[in-house]
Protein backbone atom coordinates (compact mmCIF):
# COMPACT_ATOMS: atom_id res chain seq x y z
CA UNK A 1 0.00 0.00 0.00
CA UNK A 2 3.31 2.27 0.90
CA UNK A 3 4.45 1.38 -2.53
CA UNK A 4 1.16 2.40 -4.33
CA UNK A 5 0.60 5.75 -3.02
CA UNK A 6 4.10 6.93 -2.97
CA UNK A 7 3.55 5.97 -6.87
CA UNK A 8 0.25 7.72 -7.08
CA UNK A 9 1.70 10.63 -5.17
CA UNK A 10 2.08 13.85 -7.40
CA UNK A 11 4.81 15.37 -5.22
CA UNK A 12 7.74 14.70 -6.78
CA UNK A 13 10.89 14.75 -3.79
CA UNK A 14 13.64 15.46 -6.50
CA UNK A 15 12.30 18.53 -7.61
CA UNK A 16 13.94 21.72 -6.27
CA UNK A 17 12.29 24.52 -5.07
CA UNK A 18 12.25 27.78 -7.01
CA UNK A 19 14.48 29.49 -3.94
CA UNK A 20 17.25 26.58 -3.75
CA UNK A 21 17.21 27.58 -7.89
CA UNK A 22 17.43 31.75 -7.44
CA UNK A 23 20.43 31.07 -4.36
CA UNK A 24 22.33 29.15 -6.56
CA UNK A 25 22.16 31.49 -9.50
CA UNK A 26 23.12 34.31 -7.13
CA UNK A 27 26.25 32.45 -5.78
CA UNK A 28 26.99 31.83 -9.49
CA UNK A 29 26.28 35.57 -10.49
CA UNK A 30 29.00 36.95 -7.16
CA UNK A 31 31.46 34.23 -8.17
CA UNK A 32 33.02 36.68 -11.59
CA UNK A 33 32.82 40.07 -9.29
CA UNK A 34 34.46 38.67 -6.85
CA UNK A 35 37.36 36.90 -8.44
CA UNK A 36 37.32 40.60 -10.47
CA UNK A 37 37.91 42.55 -7.38
CA UNK A 38 40.75 40.23 -5.94
CA UNK A 39 42.50 40.36 -9.27
CA UNK A 40 41.83 43.92 -9.31
CA UNK A 41 43.37 44.41 -5.36
CA UNK A 42 46.81 42.16 -6.62
CA UNK A 43 46.98 44.16 -9.38
CA UNK A 44 47.84 47.38 -7.58
CA UNK A 45 50.40 45.09 -6.30
CA UNK A 46 52.14 43.62 -9.08
CA UNK A 47 50.93 45.39 -11.60
CA UNK A 48 54.10 44.15 -14.16
CA UNK A 49 52.33 40.39 -14.07
CA UNK A 50 48.75 40.51 -13.88
CA UNK A 51 47.71 44.00 -15.65
CA UNK A 52 47.40 41.89 -19.07
CA UNK A 53 45.22 39.57 -16.95
CA UNK A 54 43.12 41.79 -15.54
CA UNK A 55 42.31 43.47 -19.06
CA UNK A 56 41.43 40.31 -20.24
CA UNK A 57 39.44 39.11 -17.07
CA UNK A 58 36.30 37.86 -18.88
CA UNK A 59 38.09 35.71 -21.20
CA UNK A 60 40.37 33.88 -18.26
CA UNK A 61 36.98 33.70 -16.48
CA UNK A 62 35.26 32.11 -19.27
CA UNK A 63 38.76 29.64 -19.70
CA UNK A 64 38.56 28.42 -16.23
CA UNK A 65 35.03 28.19 -15.54
CA UNK A 66 35.01 25.67 -18.89
CA UNK A 67 37.55 23.46 -17.35
CA UNK A 68 35.75 23.34 -14.05
CA UNK A 69 32.44 22.75 -15.15
CA UNK A 70 32.92 20.54 -17.47
CA UNK A 71 34.84 18.27 -14.84
CA UNK A 72 31.90 19.01 -11.93
CA UNK A 73 29.27 17.85 -14.91
CA UNK A 74 31.15 14.89 -15.71
CA UNK A 75 31.74 13.52 -12.61
CA UNK A 76 29.16 14.78 -10.10
CA UNK A 77 26.61 15.87 -13.24
CA UNK A 78 26.04 19.53 -11.98
CA UNK A 79 27.47 22.40 -12.11
CA UNK A 80 30.25 23.85 -9.81
CA UNK A 81 27.65 25.71 -7.59
CA UNK A 82 24.82 23.28 -8.31
CA UNK A 83 26.79 20.49 -6.42
CA UNK A 84 27.71 22.76 -3.64
CA UNK A 85 23.39 22.77 -3.35
CA UNK A 86 23.47 19.17 -3.51
CA UNK A 87 21.62 19.87 -7.24
CA UNK A 88 22.62 17.92 -10.43
CA UNK A 89 21.46 18.28 -14.08
CA UNK A 90 19.98 15.20 -15.89
CA UNK A 91 18.11 14.84 -19.51
CA UNK A 92 14.17 14.61 -19.81
CA UNK A 93 12.72 11.14 -21.13
CA UNK A 94 10.51 11.83 -24.17
CA UNK A 95 8.06 9.80 -22.66
CA UNK A 96 4.66 11.17 -21.25
CA UNK A 97 5.50 14.17 -18.07
CA UNK A 98 8.94 12.75 -18.90
CA UNK A 99 8.29 11.00 -15.47
CA UNK A 100 8.71 7.48 -14.84
CA UNK A 101 7.80 6.73 -10.86
CA UNK A 102 7.88 3.05 -11.25
CA UNK A 103 10.92 2.38 -12.48
CA UNK A 104 12.62 5.13 -10.10
CA UNK A 105 11.61 3.42 -7.39
CA UNK A 106 12.21 -0.26 -8.61
CA UNK A 107 15.56 0.34 -10.67
CA UNK A 108 17.17 3.83 -9.13
CA UNK A 109 20.09 2.70 -10.79
CA UNK A 110 19.48 2.06 -14.20
CA UNK A 111 16.86 4.80 -13.91
CA UNK A 112 20.08 7.11 -13.36
CA UNK A 113 22.23 5.68 -16.31
CA UNK A 114 19.48 6.37 -18.38
CA UNK A 115 18.84 10.07 -17.51
CA UNK A 116 22.77 10.64 -17.17
CA UNK A 117 23.87 13.87 -19.30
CA UNK A 118 25.98 12.54 -22.23
CA UNK A 119 29.02 13.92 -23.85
CA UNK A 120 26.46 16.00 -26.39
CA UNK A 121 24.26 17.24 -23.77
CA UNK A 122 27.27 17.98 -21.57
CA UNK A 123 28.86 20.49 -24.21
CA UNK A 124 25.06 21.59 -24.59
CA UNK A 125 25.17 22.27 -20.75
CA UNK A 126 28.79 24.18 -21.27
CA UNK A 127 27.30 26.71 -23.83
CA UNK A 128 24.17 27.46 -21.19
CA UNK A 129 26.67 27.82 -18.22
CA UNK A 130 29.57 29.29 -19.99
CA UNK A 131 29.31 30.76 -23.34
CA UNK A 132 25.58 32.86 -22.73
CA UNK A 133 27.09 34.45 -19.29
CA UNK A 134 30.08 35.62 -20.85
CA UNK A 135 28.18 36.51 -24.37
CA UNK A 136 25.92 38.36 -22.17
CA UNK A 137 28.48 40.23 -20.17
CA UNK A 138 30.45 41.48 -23.72
CA UNK A 139 27.34 42.77 -25.11
CA UNK A 140 25.79 44.92 -21.67
CA UNK A 141 30.10 45.84 -21.82
CA UNK A 142 30.16 47.09 -25.36
CA UNK A 143 26.17 48.96 -24.71
CA UNK A 144 27.51 50.84 -21.72
CA UNK A 145 30.59 51.90 -24.15
CA UNK A 146 29.23 52.83 -27.29
CA UNK A 147 24.94 53.41 -26.59
CA UNK A 148 24.61 54.53 -23.17
CA UNK A 149 27.19 57.75 -23.32
CA UNK A 150 24.73 58.85 -26.71
CA UNK A 151 21.30 58.16 -24.81
CA UNK A 152 22.55 60.10 -21.89
CA UNK A 153 23.51 63.00 -24.24
CA UNK A 154 19.92 62.69 -25.87
CA UNK A 155 18.86 62.80 -22.90
CA UNK A 156 19.95 66.06 -21.83
CA UNK A 157 22.58 64.36 -19.00
CA UNK A 158 25.34 65.36 -20.74
CA UNK A 159 27.34 62.83 -23.13
CA UNK A 160 30.64 60.58 -22.73
CA UNK A 161 34.10 61.03 -24.45
CA UNK A 162 32.98 58.04 -27.11
CA UNK A 163 29.96 59.74 -28.65
CA UNK A 164 30.33 60.17 -31.62
CA UNK A 165 27.19 61.21 -34.60
CA UNK A 166 29.22 59.80 -37.51
CA UNK A 167 28.94 56.71 -36.07
CA UNK A 168 25.66 56.36 -37.12
CA UNK A 169 26.55 56.21 -40.94
CA UNK A 170 28.50 54.29 -42.57
CA UNK A 171 32.04 55.88 -43.90
CA UNK A 172 32.55 55.71 -47.76
CA UNK A 173 35.07 52.86 -48.60
CA UNK A 174 35.51 51.41 -45.42
CA UNK A 175 36.99 48.59 -44.35
CA UNK A 176 35.91 45.02 -43.13
CA UNK A 177 36.66 46.11 -39.70
CA UNK A 178 35.06 49.59 -39.86
CA UNK A 179 31.66 47.31 -41.47
CA UNK A 180 32.14 44.91 -38.88
CA UNK A 181 31.76 47.70 -36.04
CA UNK A 182 29.56 49.88 -37.60
CA UNK A 183 27.02 46.80 -37.43
CA UNK A 184 27.67 45.96 -34.14
CA UNK A 185 26.78 49.35 -33.11
CA UNK A 186 23.82 49.51 -35.54
CA UNK A 187 22.81 46.26 -33.58
CA UNK A 188 23.33 47.23 -29.96
CA UNK A 189 21.63 50.45 -30.67
CA UNK A 190 18.56 49.17 -32.34
CA UNK A 191 18.31 45.47 -31.57
CA UNK A 192 19.88 44.52 -28.57
CA UNK A 193 17.45 46.23 -25.87
CA UNK A 194 14.50 44.87 -27.30
CA UNK A 195 16.89 40.80 -27.32
CA UNK A 196 17.61 41.66 -23.61
CA UNK A 197 14.08 42.54 -22.36
CA UNK A 198 12.77 39.02 -24.29
CA UNK A 199 15.49 37.45 -22.33
CA UNK A 200 14.67 38.88 -18.68
CA UNK A 201 11.01 38.23 -19.56
CA UNK A 202 11.53 34.68 -20.66
CA UNK A 203 13.31 33.47 -17.75
CA UNK A 204 10.53 35.63 -15.33
CA UNK A 205 8.60 33.17 -17.25
CA UNK A 206 9.63 30.48 -16.81
CA UNK A 207 9.91 30.98 -13.26
CA UNK A 208 6.54 31.79 -12.55
CA UNK A 209 5.95 28.24 -14.66
CA UNK A 210 8.20 26.74 -12.58
CA UNK A 211 6.98 27.62 -9.17
CA UNK A 212 3.15 27.03 -10.08
CA UNK A 213 4.31 23.18 -11.79
CA UNK A 214 3.43 23.84 -14.97
CA UNK A 215 7.01 23.03 -16.43
CA UNK A 216 9.82 21.36 -15.41
CA UNK A 217 12.24 23.92 -16.49
CA UNK A 218 13.19 26.87 -14.70
CA UNK A 219 14.53 28.28 -17.41
CA UNK A 220 14.27 28.48 -21.06
CA UNK A 221 18.06 27.54 -22.46
CA UNK A 222 17.35 24.77 -20.49
CA UNK A 223 14.43 24.11 -22.30
CA UNK A 224 16.23 24.56 -25.62
CA UNK A 225 18.64 21.68 -24.77
CA UNK A 226 16.47 19.42 -22.83
CA UNK A 227 17.67 19.64 -19.46
CA UNK A 228 16.20 19.78 -16.37
CA UNK A 229 17.63 20.24 -12.54
CA UNK A 230 16.90 17.74 -10.04
CA UNK A 231 18.10 16.89 -6.39
CA UNK A 232 20.87 14.40 -5.64
CA UNK A 233 19.43 11.23 -4.75
CA UNK A 234 20.65 8.37 -2.54
CA UNK A 235 21.72 6.58 -5.87
CA UNK A 236 23.61 9.48 -7.01
CA UNK A 237 25.47 10.06 -3.61
CA UNK A 238 26.66 5.90 -3.84
CA UNK A 239 28.02 6.72 -7.34
CA UNK A 240 29.78 9.84 -6.57
CA UNK A 241 30.74 8.65 -3.29
CA UNK A 242 32.36 5.20 -5.92
CA UNK A 243 33.60 7.62 -8.83
CA UNK A 244 35.96 9.55 -6.24
CA UNK A 245 37.20 6.44 -4.15
CA UNK A 246 40.95 5.90 -4.67
CA UNK A 247 42.12 3.42 -7.07
CA UNK A 248 44.25 0.85 -5.09
CA UNK A 249 48.00 0.89 -5.80
CA UNK A 250 48.86 -2.64 -3.93
CA UNK A 251 48.71 -4.55 -7.03
CA UNK A 252 52.35 -4.39 -8.76
CA UNK A 253 51.68 -6.19 -11.86
CA UNK A 254 49.33 -3.43 -12.64
CA UNK A 255 51.62 -0.57 -11.76
CA UNK A 256 53.35 1.95 -14.29
CA UNK A 257 56.52 3.06 -13.96
CA UNK A 258 56.64 6.04 -12.09
CA UNK A 259 53.66 4.92 -10.42
CA UNK A 260 54.96 6.01 -6.54
CA UNK A 261 55.26 9.59 -5.29
CA UNK A 262 56.44 10.95 -9.00
CA UNK A 263 52.79 9.35 -10.12
CA UNK A 264 51.24 11.00 -7.84
CA UNK A 265 52.46 14.59 -8.91
CA UNK A 266 51.82 13.79 -12.48
CA UNK A 267 49.16 16.09 -14.00
CA UNK A 268 47.16 13.18 -14.28
CA UNK A 269 46.51 12.91 -10.41
CA UNK A 270 46.86 16.58 -9.45
CA UNK A 271 43.80 18.09 -12.01
CA UNK A 272 41.08 15.46 -10.47
CA UNK A 273 42.37 16.21 -7.36
CA UNK A 274 42.66 20.71 -7.83
CA UNK A 275 39.37 20.41 -9.08
CA UNK A 276 37.57 18.35 -6.70
CA UNK A 277 38.93 20.51 -3.52
CA UNK A 278 37.39 23.58 -5.36
CA UNK A 279 33.91 21.91 -3.36
CA UNK A 280 35.89 22.53 -0.17
CA UNK A 281 37.36 25.85 -0.56
CA UNK A 282 33.96 27.61 -2.19
CA UNK A 283 31.85 26.94 1.44
CA UNK A 284 35.31 28.07 3.33
CA UNK A 285 35.70 31.36 1.35
CA UNK A 286 31.72 32.18 1.94
CA UNK A 287 32.08 32.01 6.02
CA UNK A 288 35.65 33.59 5.96
CA UNK A 289 33.63 36.73 4.16
CA UNK A 290 30.95 36.49 6.48
CA UNK A 291 33.49 36.25 9.57
CA UNK A 292 35.35 39.44 7.57
CA UNK A 293 31.86 41.49 7.45
CA UNK A 294 30.71 40.83 10.65
CA UNK A 295 34.25 41.68 12.35
CA UNK A 296 34.21 44.55 10.51
CA UNK A 297 30.83 45.78 11.52
CA UNK A 298 30.56 45.02 14.64
CA UNK A 299 32.47 46.68 17.83
CA UNK A 300 34.17 43.66 18.67
CA UNK A 301 37.16 44.44 17.24
CA UNK A 302 36.86 47.69 18.87
CA UNK A 303 36.37 46.18 22.31
CA UNK A 304 39.34 43.64 21.92
CA UNK A 305 41.84 46.65 20.89
CA UNK A 306 41.19 48.51 23.81
CA UNK A 307 41.25 45.86 26.34
CA UNK A 308 44.43 44.76 24.95
CA UNK A 309 46.18 48.08 25.25
CA UNK A 310 44.78 48.62 28.98
CA UNK A 311 47.73 46.61 30.36
CA UNK A 312 50.08 48.09 28.36
CA UNK A 313 52.09 51.20 30.27
CA UNK A 314 53.55 53.13 27.26
CA UNK A 315 55.85 55.96 27.67
CA UNK A 316 55.38 59.78 27.23
CA UNK A 317 55.62 60.61 23.63
CA UNK A 318 58.79 62.68 22.52
CA UNK A 319 58.51 65.33 20.22
CA UNK A 320 61.33 66.41 18.28
CA UNK A 321 63.22 69.92 19.37
CA UNK A 322 61.15 69.90 22.70
CA UNK A 323 63.23 69.88 25.77
CA UNK A 324 62.06 67.49 28.67
CA UNK A 325 59.86 69.58 31.48
CA UNK A 326 62.24 68.56 34.39
CA UNK A 327 65.40 69.08 32.48
CA UNK A 328 64.10 72.61 31.58
CA UNK A 329 63.11 73.45 35.06
CA UNK A 330 66.35 72.02 36.52
CA UNK A 331 68.38 74.55 34.14
CA UNK A 332 66.05 77.41 35.07
CA UNK A 333 66.61 76.67 39.01
CA UNK A 334 70.45 76.50 38.43
CA UNK A 335 70.35 79.91 36.46
CA UNK A 336 68.48 81.60 39.30
CA UNK A 337 70.84 80.22 42.09
CA UNK A 338 74.11 80.64 40.46
CA UNK A 339 75.65 84.35 41.81
CA UNK A 340 75.93 87.20 38.86
CA UNK A 341 79.06 89.23 38.96
CA UNK A 342 78.25 92.87 39.96
CA UNK A 343 81.58 94.84 38.00
CA UNK A 344 80.78 93.20 34.50
CA UNK A 345 77.20 94.92 33.55
CA UNK A 346 77.49 94.44 29.78
CA UNK A 347 77.99 90.57 30.39
CA UNK A 348 74.87 90.24 32.82
CA UNK A 349 72.93 92.03 30.57
CA UNK A 350 73.52 90.01 27.89
CA UNK A 351 73.37 86.76 30.30
CA UNK A 352 69.74 88.41 31.17
CA UNK A 353 68.62 88.04 27.47
CA UNK A 354 69.79 85.27 26.71
CA UNK A 355 67.83 83.86 30.12
CA UNK A 356 64.91 85.31 28.69
CA UNK A 357 64.48 84.94 25.35
CA UNK A 358 63.79 81.27 25.05
CA UNK A 359 61.03 81.86 27.15
CA UNK A 360 59.91 84.92 25.42
CA UNK A 361 60.81 83.66 21.27
CA UNK A 362 60.05 80.18 19.60
CA UNK A 363 62.18 78.12 17.74
CA UNK A 364 61.06 78.70 14.36
CA UNK A 365 60.86 75.28 11.95
CA UNK A 366 63.62 74.48 9.75
CA UNK A 367 62.91 73.53 5.97
CA UNK A 368 64.29 69.79 5.06
CA UNK A 369 65.20 70.98 1.41
CA UNK A 370 66.84 74.59 1.38
CA UNK A 371 67.86 74.49 5.44
CA UNK A 372 66.17 77.67 5.81
CA UNK A 373 63.92 78.96 8.91
CA UNK A 374 60.27 78.83 8.56
CA UNK A 375 57.81 81.85 9.57
CA UNK A 376 54.67 80.93 11.30
CA UNK A 377 52.28 82.18 13.47
CA UNK A 378 51.70 81.12 16.89
CA UNK A 379 48.53 78.68 17.23
CA UNK A 380 45.48 79.76 18.25
CA UNK A 381 44.84 80.05 22.60
CA UNK A 382 42.53 77.82 24.02
CA UNK A 383 38.73 78.65 24.70
CA UNK A 384 36.03 77.53 25.94
CA UNK A 385 34.11 75.04 24.06
CA UNK A 386 31.57 77.41 23.41
CA UNK A 387 33.61 80.32 21.93
CA UNK A 388 35.61 79.56 18.48
CA UNK A 389 39.09 80.33 18.55
CA UNK A 390 40.08 83.32 16.63
CA UNK A 391 41.90 83.04 13.32
CA UNK A 392 45.73 82.67 14.22
CA UNK A 393 46.91 84.83 11.21
CA UNK A 394 44.58 87.79 11.61
CA UNK A 395 43.90 87.07 15.13
CA UNK A 396 40.24 87.92 14.48
CA UNK A 397 36.86 86.12 14.38
CA UNK A 398 36.64 83.21 11.82
CA UNK A 399 35.29 84.54 8.32
CA UNK A 400 34.39 81.60 6.86
CA UNK A 401 35.72 78.75 8.60
CA UNK A 402 38.15 76.38 6.21
CA UNK A 403 40.45 74.12 7.74
CA UNK A 404 43.75 72.99 6.81
CA UNK A 405 45.52 69.44 6.05
CA UNK A 406 47.18 69.68 9.30
CA UNK A 407 43.92 70.51 11.18
CA UNK A 408 43.75 74.05 11.93
CA UNK A 409 41.44 76.07 11.40
CA UNK A 410 41.48 79.53 9.72
CA UNK A 411 39.67 82.39 7.51
CA UNK A 412 39.70 81.57 4.01
CA UNK A 413 41.04 84.23 2.40
CA UNK A 414 43.88 84.37 5.01
CA UNK A 415 45.26 81.20 4.28
CA UNK A 416 44.20 81.48 0.63
CA UNK A 417 46.87 84.29 0.60
CA UNK A 418 49.20 82.33 3.00
CA UNK A 419 50.01 79.19 1.16
CA UNK A 420 49.72 81.19 -2.24
CA UNK A 421 52.95 83.59 -0.29
CA UNK A 422 50.21 86.80 -1.04
CA UNK A 423 49.63 87.53 2.41
CA UNK A 424 50.30 91.32 4.44
CA UNK A 425 51.54 89.34 7.69
CA UNK A 426 54.10 87.27 5.31
CA UNK A 427 55.43 90.16 3.07
CA UNK A 428 55.85 92.52 5.88
CA UNK A 429 58.51 90.07 7.60
CA UNK A 430 60.05 89.14 4.28
CA UNK A 431 60.38 92.92 3.94
CA UNK A 432 61.88 93.30 7.47
CA UNK A 433 59.29 95.90 8.51
CA UNK A 434 57.65 94.44 11.32
CA UNK A 435 56.58 90.63 12.55
CA UNK A 436 60.07 89.19 13.45
CA UNK A 437 59.78 90.23 17.36
CA UNK A 438 58.97 86.50 18.23
CA UNK A 439 61.53 84.96 16.22
CA UNK A 440 65.45 85.16 16.91
CA UNK A 441 66.76 86.95 14.50
CA UNK A 442 70.17 88.23 16.28
CA UNK A 443 71.09 84.05 16.23
CA UNK A 444 69.32 82.89 12.58
CA UNK A 445 70.55 86.59 11.15
CA UNK A 446 73.97 86.83 12.26
CA UNK A 447 73.05 90.13 14.75
CA UNK A 448 75.52 93.08 15.87
CA UNK A 449 78.82 92.06 17.79
CA UNK A 450 77.42 95.18 19.72
CA UNK A 451 76.54 94.77 23.44
CA UNK A 452 72.35 94.35 23.48
CA UNK A 453 72.31 96.39 26.57
CA UNK A 454 73.89 99.40 24.72
CA UNK A 455 71.55 102.09 23.46
CA UNK A 456 73.83 102.20 20.53
CA UNK A 457 72.94 98.69 19.46
CA UNK A 458 69.39 98.79 20.38
CA UNK A 459 68.49 101.77 17.71
CA UNK A 460 70.27 100.05 15.14
CA UNK A 461 68.93 96.53 16.00
CA UNK A 462 65.44 98.65 16.04
CA UNK A 463 65.99 100.33 12.98
CA UNK A 464 67.80 97.40 11.14
CA UNK A 465 64.11 95.34 11.95
CA UNK A 466 62.55 98.03 9.66
CA UNK A 467 65.01 97.85 6.64
CA UNK A 468 66.98 94.78 6.99
CA UNK A 469 65.10 92.30 4.30
CA UNK A 470 65.16 88.39 5.12
CA UNK A 471 65.11 87.08 1.47
CA UNK A 472 67.86 83.94 0.81
CA UNK A 473 67.53 84.12 5.36
CA UNK A 474 63.84 82.78 5.86
CA UNK A 475 61.09 81.08 3.55
CA UNK A 476 57.74 83.15 4.01
CA UNK A 477 55.86 79.95 4.24
CA UNK A 478 54.09 79.98 1.06
CA UNK A 479 52.57 76.13 0.43
CA UNK A 480 52.68 75.57 3.52
CA UNK A 481 50.40 75.11 7.50
CA UNK A 482 50.94 78.61 8.44
CA UNK A 483 51.13 77.38 12.35
CA UNK A 484 53.32 73.92 11.68
CA UNK A 485 54.65 75.13 8.64
CA UNK A 486 54.47 71.64 6.82
CA UNK A 487 54.08 71.76 3.47
CA UNK A 488 50.35 71.14 2.21
CA UNK A 489 49.59 69.04 -0.57
CA UNK A 490 47.72 69.88 -3.52
CA UNK A 491 47.93 73.93 -2.12
CA UNK A 492 44.78 75.76 -2.55
CA UNK A 493 42.78 72.80 -4.03
CA UNK A 494 43.21 71.21 -0.60
CA UNK A 495 41.51 73.34 1.47
CA UNK A 496 38.18 72.35 3.47
CA UNK A 497 35.43 74.71 4.66
CA UNK A 498 34.40 73.73 8.13
CA UNK A 499 30.90 74.51 10.03
CA UNK A 500 31.12 75.31 13.51
Sequence with gaps: MEYLSSVQNELDDLKPSLFELLAEQQLSALLPPSLRYLLAVATHRYPRYLLRALNNFDELYALLSLIVERYYLRTFGGSFTENFYSLKRERVLRTKNGEVPRAQLGAAAPVRETLRLRNR??????????????????????????????????????????????????????????RIMFYYKWFLRNIYPSVNAAYYFAILAFNLAYLFDGTKYSSPFLWLIGTRIRRLSPED???????????????VRQSRPGSGLLGLLSPVNIYPQLLSSLRFVLPVSIFALKFLEWWHASDFSRKLALKATESLDLPAPVVTGMTDPSVQKQKQAEQQDSPISSSSSSSSSRLKSALKRPSSRRQPPISSTSLLPIFTVPPPPRTSSSEPAPCPICLQPLNNPTACQTGYVFCYSCVFRWINGEHERQIAFMNGEDGGAEWEDDDLDGGDADSPGSPESAGREKEGRKTRSREGKWESGKGRCPVTGRRVLGGTDCLRRVLI
Design 237 to 251: HRAIAKAMEARPTGD
Design 121 to 178: DIWANLAVLVGLPYLKRKLDEGYDIHVAPQASLLAGGGGGPRYRPRDSVLPPNATIKQ
